[in-house]
């Protein structure tokens, strides 16, 4: 029998990461701070825009799905991170004989299962309270698997940022979550933005998994169905490796 060192080391890695991201739920998922951030603000925010809006409740739920996959799979490793900095944990994992690229992964798949969870909670609302149909699910599938593993990493990427405290991490991350939820079209429609808006919304993921999740309920998608899954992968390739880069930096 052929050994496999390289099909042996995939496998490594692929278990290390999940024993990381089995680590992150068994500690993070019930702490206040990140049901607040994940669940109840996007909450909140879609409770605000749909109160000036003269349109059925059940219109909104792609565009909330959108927004709780933004916060809620951004918001494990911000706070798990800097806080396994302050018990010096953090430091025991990178010097555990798995890649860089494991750990991101690792840290990032905690985020992404969380965010499935929660997002799980408006797309459920949507079809037993509103009624609301969805005629292309596997847009739907699709759309919210990308749209959280792409945030996730990014949430990763955020707390690769060298602090103990959470809140340090949090400051930075919504001086970008939040523009992006007004640039991406999730309550304001991409066609009505003006050219300069326009543009910026082109460099968000948010965008991309806006569009195709609003293509699933049967709403006027902005872009080709194929080029939103493509640029969600190039999203979450960049951020992937821009993190295994900042966590070298770092921590060398």
Known sequence: MTDNPGGNQISAEARAAWAIAKKDMSIYYLKPNIIVSGLLFPLFMFLAFAAGKNVPLGILIPGLIAVTLLFSS???EPV????ERRTKTFERLLSAPVSLHAIVFGESLSGFMYSIGIALVPLFVGIFAF???IPYPLYLIVGMLLTALCFSTMGTLFAAYP??????????LNLVRLPLIFVSGT????ATMPPL????????????GNDLIQAAYGHPAYFN???DVGMLLLFFIIFQLIAHQLYKKFNE
Do not use: K, V
């Open 197 to 208: 808006g326009m543009m910026i919304s082109y460099l968000s993921p948010l965008t991309y």
């Open 80 to 83: 798990s991170i800097p806080i």
């Open 163 to 172: 602090t103990e405290s959470p809140g340090d991490i949090m400051s930075m």
């Open 225 to 227: 169905p194929y080029l």
């Open 131 to 133: 009624g609301t149909g």
């Open 187 to 190: 309550f304001i429609a991409l």
């Open 74 to 76: 951004s918001t494990i």
